[in-house]
């Protein structure tokens, strides 16, 4: 029967046999309210991982999108203004991880603060 009081299905005349015992009644207040509370937190958490997923769409179709663009305008650049934009990239060029630290070619070094990634393993790994 408490589900009934739960979802609002008990009767009113019930609820004036309850009122003769008071701590029946107190705990069964508590419970509703136990239970509601719960029930809130269950719909919050659900509306949660929708959100979460939904966005994970949204940046999915935005990447594809920007994919999109680039190739259905690659085909209006020249060779000669792709060459000198990827000569202006120096791919071909070492990337410098760290003061001294030269690391492979055919990247774009990006800097950052440290306090953004923090790593507290070294990552980086060499052989030979």
């Known amino acids: 029967q408490l589900y009934k009081i739960s979802l609002g299905m008990f ?18 207040f508590f419970y509703v ?7 809130l937190n269950l719909l919050i958490a659900q509306l949660n991982c929708s ?17 999109k663009i680039v190739t259905e305008t690659m085909p209006a650049v020249s ?6 934009f990827s000569g202006a990239l120096r791919l071909d060029e070492r990337v410098e991880f760290g003061e001294g630290d030269i690391g492979l070619s055919g ?9 953004a ?4 393993v070294d990552m980086i790994r060499r052989f030979g």
Do not use: C
Not at 33 to 39: E, K, L
């Open 33 to 39: 309210v136990t239970t509601v509370i719960f029930m």
């Open 11 to 28: 009767s009113g005349t019930h609820y004036d046999m309850l009122m003769d015992y008071p701590a029946l009644m107190t705990a069964i």
């Open 107 to 115: 990247g774009i070094q990006v800097w950052e603060p440290a306090s």
């Open 79 to 84: 060779k000669k203004r792709w060459e000198r």
């Open 51 to 67: 959100y979460q997923a939904t966005y994970q769409d949204m940046v999915g179709f935005a990447r594809l999108n920007r994919g």
């Open 117 to 120: 990634n923090i790593t507290t």
